[in-house]
């Protein structure tokens, strides 16, 4: 299964490798982050990711 680069920051997947690869690094194009840590993980995971943030959003606003 194809595995997804996801920001650690913003959780966008909008990763490259910085400067074509040479030194290791990831770039996010979203917010700018560099850094050799990026989140790896297939699309469903993401999705699971992204949902479940948003239900915690939704169990914050009934506090
Ligand atoms: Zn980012």
Redesign the pocket.
Known sequence: MRRILV?P??N?TEIELDAGGYTGKYY?K??G?VGSYVLEMTEGEYREMIEGEEGERHRDSHK
Do not use: D, E, F, T
């Open positions: 920001c920051v913003c966008s996010c979203k917010c982050y």
